[in-house]
């Protein structure tokens, strides 16, 4: 019952983020909420016992690729333009 | 045009979830994954055969070397396509860039920095080192490491990074991290086995040849975690100075 509870939890987080994450304008708040994304997919992995996974989706997820995003974002116009 | 997008991509959304209720239920015994012969062949024969426990590495690392070594090969190539691609480009500094960096760096930042960098360091380590017992291995703990660089740059400049991971090193850091990959593959193979066929290293290692598999396996990642970190580091210091590999953010 609990393990039901937060897998609903987080899967209808994770389609919440997944949403918010194009509806922004900013793009450091996209590449943020991104790195959220990957954090509850990590969670999710860790849930099903896939602990390498998740650990994969820590580091390189939610921790180099939101580096190397906003890297490349603070390269470019800040806002998208539509 | 963007009311078609969005219809298109409602539909698209749609058809995954009606096809998803085909997918077997989580843990169920029946699923095609976990009734495949390979997998029963996996989990009864990993402990026989390498003494590694955690079943996950000793998969990606002996029984599926060759992929392995490939995807390693695959990080560093990208890397280097990443890096001659924009470092080839003109230097375009006149452009605006909407944000101006102070560079003057922040003192609780650099302090508490020049705290957690070593354990980050320390803990790349081990997750690489423990791989083949716990979860972990080349991949997280190259990353960790090459993170642990990328927060050098981000809290100091990128000067200050580079100053203690040159860019030229990190081109041979990932180089030689492939050469070890390969080197233990070549030398099972000059030993009398098939190449990455771990267990013909006991004939130079003083171990049974279980226990060379699980030692081979750790050269092996500690050949991924030298090309991951160097590749995670070169990558980010091109990208965030669009390939001029100075200033910084």
Same mark, same amino acid.
């Given at each position: 019952m609990g393990l039901e509870l937060f897998n609903t939890l987080i899967l209808s987080l994770l389609v919440v983020v997944a949403v918010l994450s194009l509806w922004v304008r900013d793009l450091v708040v996209s590449a943020v909420i991104f790195a959220i994304y990957s954090f509850l997919m990590c969670l999710l992995w860790a849930e099903m016992g896939a602990v390498d996974v998740a650990f994969t989706e820590a580091t390189v997820g939610a921790g180099v690729s939101t580096v190397v995003l906003i890297a490349t974002i603070f390269n470019l116009k800040r806002k998208a333009k539509d | 045009m963007k009311r078609a997008a969005f219809i298109l991509v409602l539909l698209i959304g749609l058809l995954l979830a009606w096809a998803a209720k085909d997918f077997p239920t989580? !843990?169920?015994? &029946?699923?095609p994954a976990s009734s495949s012969p390979v997998s029963s062949h996996f989990i009864s024969n990993t402990g026989v055969d390498t +003494?590694? #426990?955690n079943m996950v590495t000793a998969v990606l690392a002996d029984y599926r070397g060759f992929d392995t070594m490939f995807e390693t090969v695959v990080v560093f190539i990208a890397g280097l396509a990443v890096i001659s691609i924009l470092r080839g !480009? #003109?230097?375009?500094?006149?452009r605006d860039r909407e944000f101006v960096v102070d560079f003057e760096p922040d003192l609780i930042v650099t302090n508490t920095v020049r705290l957690i960098v070593p354990v980050i360091q320390i803990f790349a380590f081990y997750v690489l080192a423990h791989g083949h017992v716990s979860p972990g291995g080349g991949f997280q703990g190259g990353v960790a490491m090459g993170a642990s660089f990328i927060l050098i740059a981000l809290s100091w400049d990128l000067k200050t990074a580079l100053t203690r991971f040159p860019i030229e090193r990190c081109f041979t850091v990932a180089a030689v991290g492939i050469v070890i990959y390969a080197g233990i593959g070549l030398l099972s193979m000059a030993l009398g086995? +098939?190449? *990455?066929?771990?267990? &013909? *290293?006991a004939k130079v290692l003083p171990v049974s040849p279980e226990m060379a598999r699980y030692h081979a396996m750790l050269g092996v990642e500690i050949g991924v975690g030298f090309t991951v970190s160097a590749i995670m580091f070169a990558l980010y210091a091109s990208l965030s100075t669009d390939g001029r590999m100075q200033d910084g953010l």
């Amino acid at each position: 019952m609990g393990l039901e509870l937060f897998n609903t939890l987080i899967l209808s987080l994770l389609v919440v983020v997944a949403v918010l994450s194009l509806w922004v304008r900013d793009l450091v708040v996209s590449a943020v909420i991104f790195a959220i994304y990957s954090f509850l997919m990590c969670l999710l992995w860790a849930e099903m016992g896939a602990v390498d996974v998740a650990f994969t989706e820590a580091t390189v997820g939610a921790g180099v690729s939101t580096v190397v995003l906003i890297a490349t974002i603070f390269n470019l116009k800040r806002k998208a333009k539509d | 045009m963007k009311r078609a997008a969005f219809i298109l991509v409602l539909l698209i959304g749609l058809l995954l979830a009606w096809a998803a209720k085909d997918f077997p239920t989580w !843990g169920d015994p &029946h699923a095609p994954a976990s009734s495949s012969p390979v997998s029963s062949h996996f989990i009864s024969n990993t402990g026989v055969d390498t +003494e590694v #426990p955690n079943m996950v590495t000793a998969v990606l690392a002996d029984y599926r070397g060759f992929d392995t070594m490939f995807e390693t090969v695959v990080v560093f190539i990208a890397g280097l396509a990443v890096i001659s691609i924009l470092r080839g !480009g #003109p230097t375009r500094r006149t452009r605006d860039r909407e944000f101006v960096v102070d560079f003057e760096p922040d003192l609780i930042v650099t302090n508490t920095v020049r705290l957690i960098v070593p354990v980050i360091q320390i803990f790349a380590f081990y997750v690489l080192a423990h791989g083949h017992v716990s979860p972990g291995g080349g991949f997280q703990g190259g990353v960790a490491m090459g993170a642990s660089f990328i927060l050098i740059a981000l809290s100091w400049d990128l000067k200050t990074a580079l100053t203690r991971f040159p860019i030229e090193r990190c081109f041979t850091v990932a180089a030689v991290g492939i050469v070890i990959y390969a080197g233990i593959g070549l030398l099972s193979m000059a030993l009398g086995g +098939e190449f *990455l066929d771990y267990a &013909h *290293l006991a004939k130079v290692l003083p171990v049974s040849p279980e226990m060379a598999r699980y030692h081979a396996m750790l050269g092996v990642e500690i050949g991924v975690g030298f090309t991951v970190s160097a590749i995670m580091f070169a990558l980010y210091a091109s990208l965030s100075t669009d390939g001029r590999m100075q200033d910084g953010l």
